[in-house]
């Protein structure tokens, strides 16, 4: 985790800007679920920014909606996978650390509890 980048999403506005945090499985027969559970959050996000905001309105982060599970291969996935989307910004941060819930946040801002507590617990290493 980059210090550079936990400032970018930390500043970022824009209405609305929706959070996906969600636990993953790093080995075969238990990564499959994330795909299924993955595709459940992103249709909640669909179904909450539609009925707080209207289609028309955000169009663009629709769209990204609708192609992002073809973007994340659940193969590589660490402990926790946190997407951020808004009209102009989509992230997809993979995190060796769990996330206290599976959860959809949609706010005038992203949610970065957990990246910036995985920022705290990381060491950096010189090689």
Do not use: W
Request: aromatic share 6%.
């Amino acid at each position: 985790m980059q210090k550079d980048k936990l400032k970018e999403l930390a500043s970022r506005r824009s209405n609305p800007c929706v959070t996906i945090s969600m636990n993953t499985h790093r080995t075969h027969p238990d990564n499959a679920q994330d795909t299924i559970l993955l595709k459940k959050l992103l249709k909640e996000a669909k179904d909450r920014v539609t009925n707080e905001f209207g289609k028309r309105n955000v169009l663009s982060l629709m769209k990204k909606l609708d192609t992002l599970p073809d973007k994340i291969d659940v193969n590589y996935n660490l402990d926790s996978l946190h997407i951020f989307l808004s009209s102009e910004t989509m992230e997809v941060i993979k995190l060796p650390c769990s996330t206290y819930r599976n959860v959809v946040n949609i706010a005038d801002s992203f949610l970065v509890r957990t990246l910036i507590s995985a920022y705290i617990q990381s060491e950096e290493y010189l090689i």
